[in-house]
């Protein structure tokens, strides 16, 4: 079953164009962690594939719509953590869609018997693709014409893109940040100058163990409270995620808050409130599965619909390998 599962997410995402998207928005952004930082390439498992969709408004026509694809494996030889990342986003009638394939690349050291580090690269190429005939230009209104006087432009335009993060860890608790488009590639399709900010990200959490009446040896009847943080910055735009989930045996649930309620909008009628984000999930064997719906609370209220999102992580262990050769543990949310 398992099996069927993997082979379905992998055609939905063949099925459009496979690999697209820049700085997408996440809910669930601890179950898409290649995308979060690259740092944390190569954790928790042998090797990991994980998938993530997203449909965002979906009461407003054309829905703003997310997809991403990863892989990653820990090399135990080199310490080091390689890894592939696939996104795409399209909205609108014109189907603008931005797309990335980045590779990642993680080393840890572990520098004391409790903590130990994780510094990530990423190098990404990207290209971003929009149907300008199906654009309708103030000039045609005018002339009641069925064509724009405007020159033509090109459908797509490419660049390469880089990132960097770090990670500091320890068995309950981890701390990090990444800093993408360093090199702030040129996306204008109009061969002007339309540079992409850099976006920082600032993450962090912990895990509180509770319910340990079941004793070391009954590891599955334990539940944990996982506690997490991420802040992001770009340019003129701040915003935060703050929530907790619970989880017991292959159940978890969590409540997530999106916005920043006391930080001042860098222009009046810009909010601070976007959502409050509801999560639920299990896991059956290897595979982890999470739902999360966005209950929107900014101005929009609940007309634009909400959002849905749906992530599935799968873990490839290698019953071979030694337990004490995996040293990248990275104790972070896995839904």
């Excluded at 595979?287 to 209950?295: A, E, N, R, T």
């Excluded at 959002?307 to 040293?327: C, D, G, M, V, W």
Aim: charged share 20%; proline share 4%.
């Amino acid at each position: 079953m398992i099996k069927y599962i993997l082979i379905l997410a992998l055609i939905v995402l063949l099925q459009i164009n496979f690999a697209k998207g820049q700085d997408l928005q996440l809910t669930q952004f601890y179950a898409a962690q290649l995308y979060l930082n690259p740092a944390f390439t190569g954790a928790n498992a042998d090797s990991r594939l994980s998938t993530s969709y997203r449909t965002q408004w979906v009461g407003l026509p054309r829905a703003y719509n997310s997809y991403l694809l990863a892989y990653d494996r820990y090399i135990d030889e080199y310490r080091s953590g390689v890894g592939l990342l696939f996104t795409t986003d399209k909205a609108g009638t014109a189907g603008l869609s931005n797309n990335t394939i980045g590779a990642n690349y993680a080393y840890d050291y572990k520098f004391s018997r409790k903590w130990a580090a994780s510094i990530g690269l990423r190098a990404s190429y990207g290209y971003r693709t929009l149907d300008f005939g199906k654009l309708f230009f103030g000039d045609q209104i005018y002339r009641g014409a069925s064509s724009s006087v405007q020159p033509p432009t090109p459908n797509k335009i490419s660049y390469f893109d880089f990132s960097s993060g770090a990670l500091l860890f320890s068995q309950d608790d981890w701390v990090g940040i990444t800093l993408n488009h360093l090199n702030t590639p040129n996306e204008s399709f109009l061969n002007s100058s339309s540079a992409i900010p850099i976006k920082g990200s600032i993450h962090a959490g912990k895990n509180f163990p509770i319910d340990n009446k079941g004793g070391e040896g009954r590891k599955l009847e334990k539940g944990f409270i996982t506690v997490a943080f991420q802040y992001r910055f770009q340019k003129e735009f701040d915003q935060a995620d703050i929530g907790l989930y619970y989880k017991k045996n292959n159940f978890f649930v969590g409540a997530w808050y999106r916005g920043i309620p006391l930080f001042k909008a860098y222009k009046i009628g810009y909010s601070n409130h976007d959502a409050v984000d509801l999560l639920a999930g299990f896991a059956y064997k290897d595979l982890l599965i999470g739902y999360s719906f966005d209950i929107t609370v900014s101005k929009y209220t609940m007309a634009s619909g909400g959002a849905h999102e749906i992530s599935l992580n799968y873990q490839f262990y290698n019953p071979k390998k030694a337990k004490h050769h995996r040293t990248k543990i990275i104790p972070c949310p896995k839904f």
